[in-house]
């Protein structure tokens, strides 16, 4: 499968634990996104990377938050602390992106975490 | 930023007949238009996209329509199909410091019966 993969696919931990999520985009691909999805609502932007660079950060995507992209391949999401509030779907998405125009953005099938 | 709303947020319909979702946004500078599927318990797909610089798109059964004065855009379905049953969302993107990013809309739950 050369689609966008996510791992693990679920997690259940205590309030207050970490947690992380990874991301592997479509190998060309150079943008890549994460969103947050809860039950009955559209995916919600959190970061996206141009490369290795983290461009754009949403007002959701607290200090608990941190993602990285270190070489410009795959992708990590922490969650530090974790809150009860922080269960939903995780879905990374990526792109290949040409300068001044948006490309298509295949997605993952997500990281489902539940803080218990 | 982009506020995308959608609907309705249900919609049923006979097998055969039309299903038209509506969306709207907000910001002008938006000039890219996707239209995603999501079946149940799966990741989001592509399913037809319109760029700012087009009125219409069709794909088969599927057509996007774009009205940039108004902004406001909408997914047809024709001939339906029960397999058409899944939640569909539409979506405006971002600026390009985000990468083009999209900001979706709430989804609309569309059930197709036979």
């Known amino acids: 499968d050369t689609g966008v993969s996510q791992n693990p696919r679920h997690k259940i931990t205590k309030r207050g634990q970490n947690v992380t999520f990874r991301c592997d985009p479509i190998s060309e691909h150079n943008r890549l996104y994460w969103y947050r999805q809860t039950l009955g609502q559209g995916p919600e932007f959190l970061t996206y990377f141009q490369n290795e660079a983290q461009l754009e950060k949403s007002r959701l995507l607290s200090d608990r938050f941190s993602a990285e992209r270190p070489k410009g391949s795959f992708s990590t999401l922490e969650i530090q602390r974790t809150e009860q509030g922080d269960s939903a779907m995780y879905l990374c998405?990526?792109?290949?992106?040409?300068?001044?125009?948006?490309?298509?953005?295949?997605f993952g099938e997500g990281s489902r975490l539940t803080v218990l | 930023g982009e506020n995308v709303e959608q609907h309705p947020s249900t919609l049923s319909v006979q097998e055969g007949d039309s299903a038209v979702i509506k969306c709207t946004y907000s910001?002008?500078?938006?000039?890219?238009f996707p239209w995603y599927k999501q079946e149940l318990g799966k990741r989001p797909q592509l399913i037809i996209d319109i760029r700012s610089n087009v009125g219409e798109k069709k794909d088969q059964r599927i057509a996007v329509t774009l009205n940039k004065t108004a902004k406001h855009f909408s997914l047809h379905i024709t001939e339906t199909q029960p397999e058409d049953s899944a939640v569909y969302f539409c979506a405006a993107s971002l600026n390009s410091n985000s990468g083009y990013a999209l900001n979706f809309g709430k989804g609309t739950s569309l059930l197709v019966t036979p």
């Open positions: 998405a990526s792109s290949l992106g040409l300068a001044g125009s948006p490309g298509e953005l295949f």
């Open positions: 910001d002008s500078a938006s000039n890219y």
